[in-house]
Structure formats: structure tokens, C-alpha cells
């Protein structure tokens, strides 16, 4: 029923830009953290950037600065900026939020089913 869909990826130059969005649906009562991963070939799953319900925002060092992670609540929508794309941030990048779906229960971890970001002249 809750459930997340990325969208915005492709293939980019070095030095470019994209935008991913990841639309949130389903019966959601509150959300606890979103954040985006990313995963590149042969390579283990790292984290990118988080944003807390409160607004706060956490980066990896690799992409601080180039990568802005916001979202739009009446869309129920969090995007992540990249610009100054490097060849090194190729890989499929994931969607991820906690939500309480029931009231009486402890939040949940949701994944999107990623995306293909491609950074090559």
C-alpha cells in the first residue's frame, strides 16, 4: 500500500546536473526520516544524503556541496539536487524513508526500486 517511486535519472556529462524525485503514496501518518543511497558497480551500497522531519539535513563527504536533499510535503515528494556531476557518481540510486503507517507501531523502512544515474562524456 505505501509505497515509493524515483524518477529524474539518466545519463548526464561531467559537470552537469539532474534532479531525483521520489514520490511517496499509500496511507502514511507520519514520517520519521527520508534519505537517498546509492550503490555504483562491484561497489557496496553508501549512503548520500538524509533529511530529518525537522528539516536537517546530513551529506557524505563525497557529495557535500554538488548535492542538495529537500522535500515538498503537500506533494509528498524529496528530491535530491546533484550538479557538478563526476563520473564517480554513477550508480543506481535508492530511495529511502521510515513511516508509521499504524499509530501503535514503530516506523518502518520503505525502499524505492532505484534509479540509473550515468555521469560520462
Known amino acids: 500500500q505505501v509505497q515509493l517511486v524515483e524518477s529524474g535519472g539518466g545519463l548526464v556529462h561531467p559537470g552537469g546536473s539532474l534532479r531525483l524525485s521520489c514520490a511517496a503514496s499509500?496511507?502514511?501518518?507520519?514520517?520519521?526520516?527520508m534519505g537517498w543511497f546509492r550503490q555504483a558497480p562491484g561497489k557496496q551500497r553508501e549512503l548520500v544524503a538524509t533529511?530529518?522531519?525537522?528539516?536537517?539535513?546530513n551529506y557524505a563527504d563525497s557529495v557535500k556541496g554538488r548535492f542538495t536533499i529537500s522535500t515538498d510535503n503537500a506533494k509528498k515528494t524529496m528530491y535530491l539536487q546533484m550538479s557538478s556531476l563526476k563520473p564517480e557518481d554513477t550508480a543506481v540510486y535508492y530511495c529511502r524513508a521510515n513511516f508509521v503507517v499504524d499509530p501503535t507501531a514503530d516506523s518502518a523502512t520503505y525502499w524505492g526500486q532505484g534509479i540509473q544515474v550515468t555521469v560520462s562524456a
Open positions: 499509500g496511507s502514511i501518518f507520519s514520517i520519521t526520516g
Open positions: 533529511i530529518t522531519s525537522s528539516g536537517s539535513t
